[in-house]
């Protein structure tokens, strides 16, 4: 275990004893989610990974202290966003410093669950390249260049720049792998024109896959895309509708740094009529249960 990061006992057990662990974020509940959906969220991502067979790790940082698991009375806390900071990844030895409750982004959850050794992680979607400001780009990009574990998700958020954000990954050396798709997902949709290059039809593939990228020292994340289920995705056209005027809606109130995301993600819920809230819980379930496959299947051949 890590000397400076708090592990659950339970957590550290499996870990120690080689058995699945799934690492899980903690800001898509404490600032993506609105209340009461994000405890609904955290019920059914946890729910997922356990009846795939392995141990849900929700990363934050509580009281100063980064840890990989959290207690009842602490995801408590963080569900009800009683003073809990966003913390990315740069965010980490402030966030110790200050003795802050911070919950932890794509990029800092990453960052935690690899130093406790986890090799796979959950999320809904990644960041990525902003559409009205090209320069704005999310750390997680940077974090899944040099960061080795396997991190499911479906794409990257719609409401960033998809094209230039899967180019930025191919710079970075980020290989993208399609879960049963040949194309890009678009986070609430299942499509977005923009094709892949690799795809694995099942868990095992993605296993060897990443057994490879480690073999060769690539210290990158591999990320592995799946769409949204398919009786929760939204119309590619009204989803892109939805976005251009949530970013029209963010200029006028003048929503800059941190509070862009969280603005027009809620501003996308309501514009959607709340559909695309009831998509973001499903893809994020949907997500969780296939990394608790993947990991099941890492510790497998770990052990042949």
Known sequence: MHPTIRVLPRIAAALRAHKPVVALESSVLAQGLPIPQNREAAGRMVGAVERGGAVAAITAVVA???AVGLEGDELERFLMRDGVRKVSARDLPFAMAKGLD???TVAAS???ASAAGIEVFATGGIGGVHRDAPFDESADLAELAHTPMIVVCTGAKSILDLPATLERLETLGVPVLGYRTDE??????AGTGLGLEYRAND???????????????RTQSLLV??????EFALDRAAVESAVDEAQSEARRDGIRGAAVTPYLLAAVTRLTGGSSLDANLALLEQNAALAAEIATMCCERARS
């Open 64 to 66: 100063g202290t980064p």
């Open 184 to 189: 890009l997902p678009g986070f609430f949709t």
């Open 203 to 217: 868990a095992a593939e993605i296993a060897a896959m990443f057994r490879a990228h480690r073999a060769l020292g």
């Open 102 to 104: 911070g919950a932890t």
């Open 225 to 230: 895309v799946q769409p949204p289920p398919a």
């Open 110 to 112: 990453l960052a935690l």
